[in-house]
């Protein structure tokens, strides 16, 4: 890495610190924000969140259309769309304060995941071209530790302000700390350049379309999309269920939330920590493949674990589980395609998975509303859901080389 990209690397991952600060304060606490002080029912909580995550999916698909078409500014792109997705998701917690707050933060939620989309597909095809394949799986475990770590720091935070202030104030003061960072943040961003500018695709629909296309007949391009489709949707089909369940059913509150999340991140940060000693010797496919084992029995870990110690313990274990998993899905989505297609592979994940998971999002909470047992019975589901996709992955998963 010679030294002009160095020093840009360094930026990054300051900016990645910061970015990750701001953004985990605003979106951990989105929904019990919502059930505590906008007075969320589980169909609230269902509808917001898959509007937010169908954003995401209607983000990949403009953002690659306007990174196509505009992709000599493509750091133009992720300034603004990722500094306007953390503003906004700054703004959330005053949505008390303003009248219609119950439209408006549906809105607010997907404004910012929509631009969060469309700066993410920005952000990764200009990393792609700064990162050398093969340091890879060493910087993106570097960064994945920044990124753990200050997401810690943002609910050790938040865990001060619970214990010692009013509910209200403290998600109020939560929000502005949220704010200030994603400040910090996009100004660091302003420090980065792109040394490496492609040129624009002059197409027009069609072709972009023809694009897309493209990547679902390459059948190993085809198969890690429909594996991360079936997963995400086994995923998310609890995802409108966690806070609820915790605050409603075990008595939970946001201490325990941050405390979960403070768990969480920290053994991710570890496992990230683990792997990029060992990167040299992992093998990607084997690394996603047996990853999926420990992650698809966090949702009846999650039902066994009704006292806060115990929900700790399992956010630890959620943690280090996701750490191997989160890690090669990047290595994956980047470097699967070849140079012409990444583009086309990276929108065509955001738009199916989050397709999937919007629709599974919406489908669990509406089963959920029926009854306890009904809730129960979707986390059950999401386990058996994710040990299937780890048999498809077992046999469809291509091999990618770093």
């Given at each position: 890495?010679?030294?002009?990209?160095?020093?840009?690397?360094?930026?990054?991952?300051?900016?990645?610190?910061?970015?990750?600060?701001?953004?985990?304060?605003?979106?951990?606490?989105?929904?019990?924000?919502?059930?505590?002080?906008?007075?969320?029912?589980?169909?609230?909580?269902?509808?917001?969140?898959?509007?937010?995550?169908?954003?995401?999916?209607?983000?990949?698909?403009?953002?690659?259309?306007?990174?196509?078409?505009?992709?000599?500014?493509?750091?133009?792109?992720?300034?603004?769309?990722?500094?306007?997705?953390?503003?906004?998701?700054?703004?959330?917690?005053?949505?008390?304060?303003?009248?219609?707050?119950?439209?408006?933060?549906?809105?607010?939620?997907?404004?910012?995941?929509?631009?969060?989309?469309?700066?993410?597909?920005?952000?990764?095809?200009?990393?792609?071209?700064?990162?050398?394949?093969?340091?890879?799986?060493?910087?993106?475990?570097?960064?994945?530790?920044?990124?753990?770590?200050?997401?810690?720091?943002?609910?050790?935070?938040?865990?001060?302000?619970?214990?010692?202030?009013?509910?209200?104030?403290?998600?109020?003061?939560?929000?502005?700390?949220?704010?200030?960072?994603?400040?910090?943040?996009?100004?660091?961003?302003?420090?980065?350049?792109?040394?490496?500018?492609?040129?624009?695709?002059?197409?027009?629909?069609?072709?972009?379309?023809?694009?897309?296309?493209?990547?679902?007949?390459?059948?190993?391009?085809?198969?890690?999309?429909?594996?991360?489709?079936?997963?995400?949707?086994?995923?998310?089909?609890?995802?409108?269920?966690?806070?609820?369940?915790?605050?409603?059913?075990?008595?939970?509150?946001?201490?325990?939330?941050?405390?979960?999340?403070?768990?969480?991140?920290?053994?991710?940060?570890?496992?990230?920590?683990?792997?990029?000693?060992?990167?040299?010797?992992?093998?990607?496919?084997?690394?996603?493949?047996?990853?999926?084992?420990?992650?698809?029995?966090?949702?009846?870990?999650?039902?066994?674990?009704?006292?806060?110690?115990?929900?700790?313990?399992?956010?630890?274990?959620?943690?280090?589980?996701?750490?191997?998993?989160?890690?090669?899905?990047?290595?994956?989505?980047?470097?699967?395609?070849?140079?012409?297609?990444?583009?086309?592979?990276?929108?065509?994940?955001?738009?199916?998975?989050?397709?999937?998971?919007?629709?599974?999002?919406?489908?669990?909470?509406?089963?959920?509303?029926?009854?306890?047992?009904?809730?129960?019975?979707?986390?059950?589901?999401?386990?058996?859901?994710?040990?299937?996709?780890?048999?498809?992955?077992?046999k469809k998963l291509p091999y990618v080389t770093v």
């Amino acid at each position: 890495m010679d030294d002009l990209i160095a020093k840009y690397y360094k930026v990054w991952l300051l900016y990645s610190a910061f970015y990750s600060f701001s953004i985990t304060m605003s979106t951990i606490f989105y929904q019990s924000y919502a059930i505590k002080v906008l007075n969320f029912e589980v169909e609230d909580l269902g509808n917001v969140t898959s509007l937010s995550i169908a954003m995401i999916a209607l983000g990949n698909f403009n953002g690659l259309y306007l990174l196509h078409r505009f992709r000599n500014k493509r750091l133009m792109l992720w300034r603004t769309f990722i500094s306007l997705n953390a503003v906004l998701w700054s703004l959330i917690g005053f949505m008390d304060l303003v009248r219609g707050s119950y439209y408006l933060f549906h809105v607010c939620v997907a404004l910012a995941q929509l631009s969060g989309a469309m700066g993410a597909l920005a952000s990764s095809d200009t990393i792609a071209d700064m990162v050398p394949k093969d340091l890879s799986i060493k910087v993106f475990s570097k960064l994945n530790t920044y990124v753990t770590a200050a997401s810690s720091m943002s609910l050790l935070t938040a865990i001060v302000m619970f214990n010692f202030m009013d509910v209200v104030y403290s998600y109020r003061v939560c929000y502005c700390l949220s704010m200030a960072s994603a400040i910090v943040s996009a100004g660091l961003l302003m420090l980065i350049k792109d040394l490496n500018v492609r040129e624009p695709a002059a197409a027009n629909f069609k072709t972009f379309i023809n694009g897309l296309k493209e990547v679902l007949d390459n059948a190993d391009l085809r198969n890690y999309a429909l594996l991360m489709a079936m997963f995400m949707f086994s995923v998310n089909l609890p995802a409108a269920l966690w806070n609820y369940y915790l605050i409603m059913v075990f008595r939970g509150n946001e201490i325990w939330i941050s405390v979960n999340n403070v768990l969480y991140t920290f053994a991710l940060a570890l496992g990230s920590y683990t792997l990029s000693r060992v990167s040299h010797r992992l093998n990607p496919r084997k690394t996603l493949v047996y990853s999926i084992i420990p992650i698809s029995f966090v949702p009846v870990v999650f039902l066994a674990s009704p006292t806060m110690a115990s929900q700790a313990l399992m956010n630890f274990y959620s943690g280090l589980s996701w750490s191997g998993f989160n890690l090669m899905t990047s290595i994956y989505s980047l470097y699967l395609p070849k140079e012409s297609s990444r583009l086309h592979l990276l929108s065509t994940i955001g738009i199916v998975n989050n397709l999937s998971s919007a629709l599974a999002s919406r489908l669990g909470a509406s089963i959920a509303s029926t009854s306890l047992i009904a809730m129960q019975s979707v986390f059950i589901t999401s386990c058996i859901g994710r040990l299937l996709s780890l048999i498809y992955a077992k046999k469809k998963l291509p091999y990618v080389t770093v």
